[in-house]
């Protein structure tokens, strides 16, 4: 277990302090918060079905129900080195079917280095660099690619599409990752070409500071349009959530196999507009 200053305390002076009577959470698996830049990329990869190879962040959440996107996480940088390794060893069984997604600290951190090897070495592998403009399962650092130093003082900014586009990758896109019609639509079309390219998601972490003040839109269901297909609840946004109607309900809908309702928290929504554009039925709605 972990060892706080109670245990210490209580180690040292044999004295318990109890500061609240512990008591009994409904399991909450982890999850990707809402409006996080990386939950589009990881949703179009789904929908695509193509082999994973991830790293370490807060995106190794993708790997997880429903998103399960993710299907390899060996170690910190080893993202672009093992889908060049799976390609080559594949060869052309492998060509479309193989993508590396890394963080852009670990990016810089230990992934160029393997995208070096990738041109190199003449693969075709394809890398999704996840540029939330900070650094953030370790709580928010600064990073190469933010122009701040650790200290908070003004420095270079590393421009990760000349970076990439100076190794010799010349196939390199920028999206916007909370478009995931565009964003499914460009990894589609870097992976149907036979030569090394790197796609950038750029949008900034929902929990920066700025990200947080910045005024955003607010969405909701519209409850008399929604049909209860569940694909909005496929993005695992913790700002949706589900609410059973009864037989007499659904029929009264006109639709007697409807089982519930998608609903949108608006404490918890951060108006990314993902839903919106997941839903067929226009039932995710902004609010006027
Ligand atoms: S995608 Fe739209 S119609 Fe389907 S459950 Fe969600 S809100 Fe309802
Ligand atoms: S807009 Fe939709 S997907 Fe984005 S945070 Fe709000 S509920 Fe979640």
New binding site residues.
Partial sequence: GELDQYKIKKAITGKEKKLFESIELPPRPPAMC??CPHRGIFYSLSRLKVFVSGDIGCYTLGALKPLSAMDTCVCMGASIGNAHGIEKALGKEAQGRVVAVIGDSTFLHSGITGIINVVYNRGTSTVIILDNRTTAMTGHQENPATGKTAMGEDTVEIDLERLCKAIGIERVRVVNPHRIDETERIIKEELSVEAPSVIISKAPCALLPEERRRKKPL?FVDSEACTGCRSCLR?A?P??SWKGISEEEAKRRGRPKQRGISV?SEVL????????IVCKFDA?KEVK
């Avoid at 929504?269 to 919106?276: K, L």
């Fill in positions: 809402p409006g969405y993005l946004c700002a949706i949108i929504c951060t108006g990314c507009g993902e839903c919106e995710i």
